[in-house]
């Protein structure tokens, strides 16, 4: 088995940082030193396989993207990246596990749609990988089956509250499933939009000729999150069931799961990258020379982008600061413009729903350490060590210390990261949503149980490198 040693860097966990070296055998860290110990012999660096030169650098655990879309089948499309692709463009961005969803449409079982992700997902990813399950279809079979799901290392499953006729479940089915959920420990996790509604609003629109992209986030009104966020928290408390909201968007959101939390219910909310930083204004509403209005067609996803002057994006800042916000991920959902988002030219409700970011978000999140909106530690926390604890793979993931995967990433805050395609652009996509944007920072080594995957000269790791990981359930409850 293979030796590692990390030396000379600044070791940062979601509690603090401290000057240490960090020592790997096979795939496990086994020792965490003070610089200088000679608790392991008088030159450990002498003895080991490879050594890395952290010295100026952050050391931090992998990151855990815990909502991916590889492959998603929507609006007659799919996810432009496949496991391949997706969590290749992951390892280059620092993140070392990815919780993807497996799907269930209506009228198809449980099983078989976990079967075929297991099938999209094996012998091809570049870094670890877990499942949730998307069940679109709440019937006799999907609750039935949903208690065996937790042998099979699947503890969280998500319904939607949007898309109507696609993979929505009315508030029984949601009842039902959060039954399941209040008796078996598996964590709900709600798309939390009140699809009907925004449905209405959307076919008004499009018959008052606004078909432009900028109307898919004035459809999506504010209003439609705030309310499914109370309806699913009070539907949580009624049953017992603990509560994960995705891709949180609205203020007004953040505020119903922080009264929820306050009154001690065990609620979390997640917001993603394109939240703090991309707006109604500035993407939806944009225009290009190649695309006219219909630019904004790269920033459609669901809940939208939303609007600055009414400062949402500030606030999302603020409720990660005090945890009324537990998780940063991506919800990484890829479409080209040429051949997907284009199946919306003329009615913003058939552009496919999603913004392609798995390879950006530590270095994302990072910029918002240099800007002054998140402590180092925090940057942590939110990318690699509350999804670690919240999906329940706290110890092997999400920490360095003895016994973990050995999921490492040096990070260099001298560093510099351009963002963009022809720059570093590893995602399947014809465009990139963060064109033009600068980190303060950059990616330097990313090792993957104990193998260096990424380093100097770029990607040097291989498809099937990564595994699926069984999860156990949330380490996070109140
Ligand atoms: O726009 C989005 N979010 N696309 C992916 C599907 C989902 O709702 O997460
Ligand atoms: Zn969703
Ligand atoms: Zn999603």
Redesign the pocket.
Known sequence: MATTLITGGTVVSATGRAEADVLIDGEKIVAVLTPGSELLGTDLAASVDTVIDATGKYVIPGGIDAHT?MQ?P?GGTFASDTFETGTRAAAWGGTTTIIDFAVQTYGERVLDGLAKWHELAAGNCAIDYAFHQIVGGVDKDSLAVLPTLIDEGITSFKM?MAYPGVFYSDDAQILKAMQVAADTGLLPMM?AENGPVIDVLAEQLVEAGKTTPYFHGIARAWQAEEEATHRAIMLANLTGAPLYV??VSAKQAVAQLATARDAGQNVFGETCPQYLYLSLEDQLGASSEQWGDFEGAKWV??TPLRSREEGHQDHMWQALRTNDLQMVST?H?PFCMKGQKDLGIGDFRKIP??IGSVEHRLDLMYQGVVTGELTLERWVELTSTTPARMFGLYGKKGVIQPGADGDIVVYDPNGHTSIGVGKTHHMNMDHSAWEGFEIDGHVDTVISRGRVIVDDSGYVGNKGDGQFVKRGLTQYLI
Request: aromatic share 16%; hydrophobic share 30%.
């Open positions: 879309h998603l929507f939607f798309h995705v891709h996803c669901s919800d959902c729903n999603g």
